[in-house]
């Protein structure tokens, strides 16, 4: 069974950049078919996607987050990241890492809070 575990900073002041690690077991992210994915969930919100890599490397983005957000892997480690700059405060959210297959997710990760504040 995959199993994720989201990694990173709990808190971040506004202007930083977020840097956050999935790391995957179970399975490697260059499994065909598989894409892995980042969401979050403001409180008291639903869940936003932010964007995901497939496992051939392409990188989706959510249109309205592309500007600020990247999203990168590393074989080696079997790992995926989301970069996230520039982070206001109403980027404070849960964020999730899941694995999508044949573009439905999965797997999830557990969720790592993540709150912008000065």
């Known amino acids: 069974q995959v199993r994720l575990q989201e990694s990173g900073p709990g808190l971040v002041k506004p202007s930083q950049t977020l840097s956050l690690s999935c790391a995957v077991s179970?399975?490697?992210?260059?499994?065909?078919?598989?894409?892995w994915g980042w969401i979050r969930q403001p409180p008291g919100k639903g869940l936003e996607y932010l964007g995901v890599?497939?496992?051939?490397?392409?990188?989706y983005l959510n249109p309205s987050l592309r500007s600020r957000t990247s999203i990168a892997r590393d074989n080696a480690d079997n790992t995926v990241s989301l970069q996230m700059n520039n982070l206001k405060p109403e980027d404070t959210a849960v964020y999730y890492c899941a694995a999508a297959i044949l573009g439905s997710y999965a797997y999830w990760g557990q969720g790592t809070q993540v709150t912008v504040t000065s």
């Open positions: 179970g399975g490697s992210i260059t499994t065909t078919n598989y894409a």
């Open positions: 890599i497939t496992y051939m490397g392409d990188t």
